[in-house]
């Protein structure tokens, strides 16, 4: 067990809806990534947040968003989704800014 | 499981033997390279990382040796088991963004009695 939560486990949906999806990092890590993981791209970064603020921001699309709130947990709000997003999103933290070591089981999308 | 890919290439060992994976980065300024095991349903799981200044990074069972000439990065797991079947990444970053992580494609691993 990691110690990162991430819910829902499963998502379904349909195209044009917006989901959020939801991180609680291990206990004491001040950082959260994000990640995505499709057929096609593999695993690609999306955002990291570490204390609340804004770290680094990879290839994420402008219909997602994300933010890491007080209590350090983080969501990931996707937005007009498409067909395209169907993924694996994953998130992950450790306990400063460094390498993302403890991931989550992550959330299966499925857009209809 | 949870594959990335249809095409993974795919390592068969036997459980006992020595397994080498291979990975090829792409970026010669990667300050940072790291090894991480996906076993199916699961998230990514941290094994081992090296820096850049090293050649070679020892863990429990596991080994990574860094080529920079050739940009070649590899893990050699000892006495292979059952539960080391899974999919296998390699990732490159710089020390300026931690998490800004670039995946190799992944390797599947599968351990026969």
């Known amino acids: 067990d990691s110690g990162v939560t991430q819910t829902p486990k499963h998502l379904i949906t349909a195209t044009g809806q917006r989901v959020t999806l939801r991180c609680s990092p291990r206990s004491g890590d001040l950082s959260v990534y994000w990640y995505q993981q499709s057929l096609d791209q593999g695993l690609q970064f999306l955002i990291q947040?570490?204390?609340?603020?804004?770290?680094a921001k990879g290839n994420i699309l402008e219909r997602f968003s994300a933010q890491q709130f007080p209590d350090l947990h983080s969501e990931l709000n996707l937005s007009s989704l498409e067909l395209g997003d169907s993924a694996l999103y994953f998130c992950?933290?450790?306990?400063?800014?460094?390498?993302?070591?403890?991931f989550g089981d992550g959330t299966r999308l499925s857009i209809l | 499981g949870e594959s990335v890919g249809l095409h993974l290439p795919t390592l068969s060992v036997q459980e006992g033997d020595n397994s080498i994976i291979n990975c090829a980065y792409s970026n010669s300024a990667s300050d940072y390279f790291i090894w991480y095991k996906q076993e199916s349903g699961k998230g990514p799981q941290f094994i081992i990382d090296i820096r850049s200044n090293m050649d070679k990074r020892q863990g429990q069972r596991v080994t990574v040796l860094l080529n920079k000439t050739v940009k070649h990065l590899s893990l050699q797991i000892a006495a292979t088991q059952p539960g080391d079947s899974a999919v296998y990444f390699c990732?490159?970053?710089?020390?300026?963004?931690?998490?800004?992580?670039?995946f190799g494609a992944g390797t599947q691993v599968v351990v026969t009695p």
């Open positions: 947040y570490y204390n609340g603020e804004e770290r």
């Open positions: 992950a933290s450790s306990q400063r800014g460094g390498q993302p070591q403890h």
């Open positions: 990732a490159e970053g710089k020390g300026d963004s931690w998490g800004k992580l670039q």
